[in-house]
Nanobody, 124 residues
Framework: QVQLGESGGGLVQAGGSLRLSCAAS????????MGWFRQAPGKEREFVAA????????FYADSMKGRFTISRDNAKNTVFLQMNSLKPEDTAVYYC?????????????????WGQGTQVTVSS
């Protein structure tokens, strides 16, 4: 069993930045890859970024490349999502999730445990 809790969301103007955190407990944090997803009102939950167990490899959805950075601190059982150059279309609830796949995944179905989400709102 894994418990995840996101924080760091809020209201920001377009062009601004936010840093999301996801704290994990319940299992050895370094034993699973992590992902971030987001869900806007009326839309499907979509992949944002993922990071391997060690943090050595990361990958992103195309629309986030160059603007978002995923990282993790295994000593603090936390994964981060640094979001820069935010756009109104980035407005969504952001979720972190765990997967047993070594390299992570873009597929929502590959993730086992999810946090409750944190709201990010970008104003124009």
């Amino acid at each position: 069993q894994v418990q995840l809790g996101e924080s760091g969301g809020g209201l920001v103007q377009a062009g601004g930045s936010l840093r999301l955190s996801c704290a994990a407990s319940g299992r050895t944090f370094s034993s699973y890859a992590m992902g971030w997803f987001r869900q806007a009102p009326g839309k499907e939950r979509e992949f944002v970024a993922a990071i391997t167990r060690s943090g050595a490899t990361t990958f992103y959805a195309d629309s986030m490349k160059g603007r978002f950075t995923i990282s993790r601190d295994n000593a603090k059982n936390t994964v981060f999502l640094q979001m820069n150059s935010l756009k109104p279309e980035d407005t969504a609830v952001y979720y972190c999730a765990t997967t047993n796949l070594v390299y992570g995944s873009r597929r929502r179905a590959d993730y086992d445990y999810w946090g409750q989400g944190t709201q990010v709102t970008v104003s124009s």
